[in-house]
């Protein structure tokens, strides 16, 4: 068999399997609608004509714990049958959870909390304190854990492990940040810098994912990217309009601001992602003994 030959076996398998996980998934989530907003009588998270930043935030909650809950089902159907892999390589079963879920969640904030103090230096934000809500608080709060937690299992966990399983981890972790960006396109004032950074943040998070081994840096990362941007310092969020602990307001050029589209949508957030990524880079991935000590300590 040639080389190319090869590659187009390898590409049919990763999309074969891809487009039966799509099948079975969005099967589930059907079913699962129609008992949640039908059978249940939940109300739908978006009404007719509505905005994507205006949404029933309990609804959603709901139906993004559907969203995992059908990834798991389909991730144990193709990766664990049919491809015999483990929940270990999906990153889910990790001796320090905890430490580096705190790891990445550090990094995000550090990131968020860094370009909003240079848009405070540079006249182009304010600092101003909304009112605390604690019902609110909360619920932002669950969402931010689940919505990430989710787009971590797709993305990372399996679309990503997926592909290194044919082509190379640098492969997997590029197509899978590229799909990753692609899927918020439909966002409200989403812009190429938003793309840049949220692809960008999708390569962040692929190599997290790599170096650790663990879905649990790269969800900590998610989580505290989109809630301090979001709730705590009043950016939109990836477009979507979020209860404010900071009713912060945003001017300037939108290129450097993010404008309607929030943090991510700025240069600042392009710069800070390229630095991190070459500072966790420099990193490099365990070795064999390493990964070996890792595993007799679960």
């Known amino acids: ?47 007719d004509g509505q905005e ?36 270990k390589e999906i990153g889910l079963i990790d001796p320090k959870s905890i430490p580096n879920f705190l790891y990445g969640t550090g990094l995000g904030i550090g990131m968020v909390t860094l370009g909003y103090i240079f848009m405070l230096i540079l006249g182009w934000a304010t600092f101003e304190l909304g ?65 840049i950074s949220i692809g960008l943040s999708g390569l962040l998070m692929g190599w997290l994912f790599v170096r650790t081994g663990t879905l649990w840096a790269p969800t900590g990362l998610h989580f505290s990217w989109n809630f301090f941007q979001g709730v705590i310092f009043g950016y939109p969020t990836s477009g979507i309009n979020t209860y404010e602990v900071l009713a912060n307001q945003y001017s ?15 240069i600042f957030a392009v710069l800070l992602l390229t630095a991190v990524f070459i500072w966790e880079l420099r990193k490099g991935r365990p070795t064999e003994m390493e990964e070996e000590e890792s595993i007799d300590l679960a």
């Open 1 to 47: 068999m040639s080389e190319s030959t090869s590659l187009y076996a390898k590409a049919g398998a990763v999309l074969l399997r891809l487009i039966g996980f799509s099948v079975l998934f969005l099967i589930i989530i059907a079913i699962g609608s129609l008992v949640l907003f039908q059978i249940l009588g939940l109300p739908a998270p978006f009404d």
């Open 52 to 87: 994507l930043s205006q949404f029933n935030l309990g609804s959603m909650i709901s139906f993004w714990t559907m969203l995992t809950g059908a990834t798991f089902i389909a991730i144990y159907l193709f990766w664990i049958k049919i491809d015999k892999g483990s929940w």
């Open 131 to 195: 009112q605390f809500v604690l019902g609110s608080f909360t619920a932002w709060l669950l969402f931010f854990l689940v919505q990430p937690f989710f787009e971590e299992l797709l993305f990372r966990g399996y679309i990503l492990r997926l592909i290194e399983r044919y082509f190379s981890t640098w492969t997997a972790i590029i197509i899978s940040s590229i799909l990753f960006g692609l899927v918020h396109a439909p966002n409200e004032n989403f812009s190429y810098l938003g793309l």
């Open 252 to 266: 300037g050029p939108q290129w450097l601001s993010g404008g309607d589209f929030g943090f991510e949508g700025s």
